[in-house]
């Protein structure tokens, strides 16, 4: 499995093109803007998009959504739990982003996500929003807005919730291995051991 990070937009979101190296065939998680500059690295890495998966709702997770959709005709995966979230994303930006194009599917705990010849699983873990999303397999982790290396995602958002959060970080994330590569929706990379080692919000929890 391949993993390319795109920042981008103003909030600096980590948009993610994951690949199959034997086959071509990939996914987008979390396109927050610029779809342009992001559909052009997918045909420079001439990659064959299968879906864009959202981790949640949030405008600055699928603001490039819909340029995506038109141009690679591909399926929107998100959870049902963040379906009002997804259709008024927020901070303001509403106007500017537009309509987002409906999701085509909704996923939950214990779906897959399947491209060549890998597979993500999907894992709930609810915090950050009511429908947050983790994919995972056994050796890498892409946590939206749930983890971030020294930190956990805000909660003072509408349908954040600080018990949920640390409940999905704590009986979800850190019982995955130690050496578990956690690609955030934000920030630099970490693993799940570091994180149970420094992050102060674990640590003190």
């Known amino acids: 499995m391949e ?11 980590n948009c993610y093109l994951v690949s199959c190296p034997e086959t071509g065939k990939g996914i987008v998680i979390d396109p927050g803007s610029d779809g342009k500059g992001i559909l052009e690295i997918v045909k420079g890495m001439d990659l064959e998009i299968t879906c864009i998966v959202n981790t949640h709702g949030h405008v600055d997770h699928i603001g ?15 959870s049902e739990k963040d379906y009002e979230i997804y259709k008024n994303p927020g901070f303001g930006l509403r106007i500017v ?6 999701p085509d599917q909704f996923v939950k705990e214990g ?4 491209f060549g ?10 915090g950050h929003t009511p429908g947050g999303l983790c994919l995972y397999d056994e050796k890498v982790v892409f946590c939206g807005d749930t983890l971030f290396a020294g930190s956990i995602g805000r909660t003072d958002l509408a349908g954040g919730s600080y018990s949920s959060l640390m409940r999905s970080i704590h009986e979800r994330l850190v019982k995955l291995p130690g050496q578990t590569i956690v690609y955030p929706g934000h920030g630099p990379a970490t693993t799940i051991g570091e994180e149970i080692e420094d992050n102060p919000f674990i640590k003190k929890a």
């Open 111 to 114: 779906d897959s996500v399947d």
């Open 3 to 13: 993993v390319k990070k795109i920042t981008v937009g103003m909030f600096a979101t």
């Open 117 to 126: 010849r890998c597979s993500l699983q999907i894992m709930e873990t609810p």
């Open 64 to 78: 490039a959504n819909g340029k995506l959709k038109e141009e690679l005709t591909v399926p929107i995966l998100l």
């Open 97 to 102: 982003l537009g309509k987002q194009p409906e």
